[in-house]
């Protein structure tokens, strides 16, 4: 069954850097839509990257110049470079190919998603 494994979570400290890793498998990400989301205690699924078919990306605007989504096609694995992290970054991300968010929580039932991975940024 095509699913997508997730790594590279973790604590850092506020300023530090993380890597989180999103393995596909059954399915080729060639060609697929990918996405990271988090969601932090208390708060809505937010959307925070977007790979599009066409291979650019986009970001919401609190974490533009921080964090970069790439993928390797030949890996068939998306990526997350998290720079400069702040309290707030503090989630559980999920990475996901051709679903979105349908309601107010990670994951939806729509696409490929992640198990999710906890990402704890302590000051």
């Known amino acids: 069954a095509a699913h997508m494994v997730e790594s590279g979570g973790g604590s850092v400290q506020a300023g530090g850097s993380l890597r989180l890793s999103c393995l596909a498998s059954g399915f080729t990400t060639d060609g697929a839509g990918l996405a990271w989301y988090r969601q932090a205690p208390g708060k809505e699924c937010e959307w925070v990257a977007v790979i599009s078919v066409d291979g650019t990306t986009s970001y919401t605007d609190s974490v533009k110049g921080r964090f970069t989504a790439s993928l390797d096609n030949a890996k068939n694995t998306l990526y997350l470079q998290m720079n400069s992290l702040k309290a707030e970054d503090t989630a559980v991300y999920y990475c996901?190919?051709?679903?979105?968010?349908?309601?107010?929580?990670?994951?939806?039932?729509?696409?490929?998603w992640g198990q999710g991975t906890q990402v704890t940024v302590s000051i």
């Open positions: 996901v190919a051709n679903g979105r968010r349908t309601g107010t929580n990670c994951p939806s039932d729509i696409g490929y």
